[in-house]
């Protein structure tokens, strides 16, 4: 037990429970929840039992210690009330609103638990210990070397599944893999040429690819070993294949910051013993991964949606016979009743032709809602509409009809079933309210800031080049993660936020 507990060897546990999620990752897109124990399933069962044993050392290692619980316990105490009053609140909530919609307030703390307080309470593990610069490399490079291969491999196998499998029956595999993009590209299934590996959302190991880039890139600027290189390639390479905008778009804009990093702490500030031949290879990689995108399913996707615009003489025939309803809609009476029958069933048969998926047509319902559904339909174009923007404009109309004050505090709930916005802050101010976003997301952010206000008060020593990488990974997925979602919508990128926060945190002290 001695053992177990003494810090450096704590630390390791704390960076295995890291380790292991690209691992139970995996495991969820092969067994998901085929074998389950008291409703939970296996994957859930092992981070729990993880993080228990974690929190037992924990409490073994600190017992003597209690400055180490005192910031437990007070927000301990703010989540109890917190939640207190979020269950009172979604208690209120109107089920009839939503379609699928099941309030349980059981639910709603283990959700909130799995997925928030867990990698919440490593942070603070994380914060109670040293995480030295060596710890930071070893986790980067060993999450960066395991997804690349995973995602590299099963793509040139062509047993890798798609990234856009959201939009497609079930998990799929991709039909190109990279050399048939220049070969034989499938040009009616674009999406089908985009490879997420073996992991469960191509969304989510988009952002943790673009979290962990900017350290590979330091390292083969730190190193200059040929290996460090290779799996600058072999990640950005990944990324490309991931073929989300974050991931493909964002190795580009990692590498071009790098450059500049190079340039300002490596040639003029001469931090970093840099070459010219070291920048001419750094300048190359960002070149073939340049073309490799221009090149890639990403490009042909954007392409194709732009041209999906177009509104076709069809489309243009439904809005006409759209715009007939509105009088009747308006009328009241039992006219008004059948034609509003009729125009649901419009909307659910021809959902596509106006760019509207049929998940939101039967989560709103169209007879409940039909002005507002009449609005989206006879809008100007057929566009494919912004999901993100759409949401918000349901969101809109939910909070209306529930009419009820406090939800914009303290949230509608995960079971109300509202869907996910695909933007972080705002998806989590959607379920839990202001008050709950700044309870569950906001202490990582509050140590980010006391760490970049110690560093200004410390610039003399501490604006190094390893802080601007961190500024590249942290800044840019925060960006993204407002833009894009996906970084606070699961354990596994939780987790390693979470670390390279508290690495963050930890590195001012050893300059």
Not at 84 to 95: K, P, R, S, Y
Not at 366 to 383: G, R, T
Request: include cysteine.
């Amino acid at each position: 037990m001695d053992k177990l507990i003494q810090d450096k060897f704590y630390v390791k546990q704390l960076l295995a429970f890291v380790g292991l999620q690209p691992l139970i990752d995996i495991y969820r897109v092969f067994v998901e929840n085929k074998i389950e124990f008291a409703g939970i399933s296996l994957a859930e069962w092992i981070n729990i039992l993880a993080f228990g044993y974690l929190c037992v050392l924990f409490v073994i290692k600190n017992f003597r210690t209690p400055k180490y619980y005192v910031p437990l316990v007070v927000y301990g105490v703010a989540f109890v009330l917190y939640f207190a009053l979020h269950a009172w609140n979604i208690l209120q909530f109107n089920e009839d609103i939503l379609n699928g919609a099941e309030i349980s307030v059981f639910k709603e703390l283990y959700f909130i638990i799995r997925v928030y307080l867990i990698p919440l309470v490593v942070f603070y593990m994380m914060l109670c210990v040293k995480i030295h610069t060596k710890s930071l490399e070893i986790v980067t490079k060993y999450l960066s070397w395991f997804i690349s291969i995973v995602i590299v491999v099963t793509n040139l196998l062509k047993v890798s599944f798609v990234s856009y499998a959201g939009s497609i029956e079930g998990n799929a595999f991709i039909t190109r893999n990279i050399i048939e993009w220049f070969t034989n590209p499938d040009a009616e299934n674009i999406a089908y040429m985009t490879s997420k590996g073996w992991f469960y959302m191509g969304n989510q190991i988009g952002i943790i690819l673009f979290m962990l880039y900017p350290f590979t890139v330091m390292y083969a600027m730190k190193y200059k070993k040929r290996q460090n290189y290779f799996l600058v390639l072999l990640q950005g390479i990944a990324m490309i294949m991931v073929g989300t905008k974050v991931a493909a778009f964002g190795c580009v804009l990692i590498l071009l910051s790098a450059l500049g990093i190079v340039v300002v702490f490596g040639f003029i500030l001469k931090q970093i013993p840099i070459r010219v031949r070291d920048f001419v290879v750094l300048c190359s990689i960002t070149l073939g991964l340049t073309v490799l995108l221009l090149n890639s399913p990403i490009i042909s996707m954007q392409t194709q949606r732009g041209e999906s615009s177009i509104v076709d003489v069809e489309d243009l025939q439904l809005r006409k016979e759209m715009k007939e309803f509105e009088a009747d809609l308006e009328a009241g009476g039992e006219v008004a009743r059948a034609e509003i029958i009729k125009f649901a069933k419009t909307i659910k048969k021809y959902s596509s032709a106006y760019g509207i998926d049929k998940e939101f047509v039967e989560l709103f319902d169209v007879e409940d809602n039909y002005m507002f559904w009449y609005k989206i339909a006879v809008s100007a174009n057929n566009d494919h509409i912004d999901y993100r923007f759409f949401k918000k404009m349901i969101y809109t109309e939910v909070l209306k009809k529930n009419d009820n004050q406090f939800d914009r505090l303290l949230g509608i709930g995960y079971t109300s079933n509202f869907p996910y916005s695909e933007q972080d802050f705002v998806g989590q101010s959607i379920w839990f309210g202001s008050l709950g976003t700044a309870l569950l997301i906001g202490p990582y952010f509050l140590c980010a800031l006391y760490t970049v206000i110690y560093i200004l008060k410390n610039r003399q020593t501490n604006m190094r080049y390893e802080n601007a990488f961190f500024a590249v990974s942290l800044g840019g997925i925060t960006a993204l993660s407002i833009m894009a979602g996906h970084l606070f919508f699961g354990i596994f990128s939780i987790v390693i936020f979470a670390f390279l926060i508290a690495a963050f945190y930890h590195m001012q002290k050893e300059w």
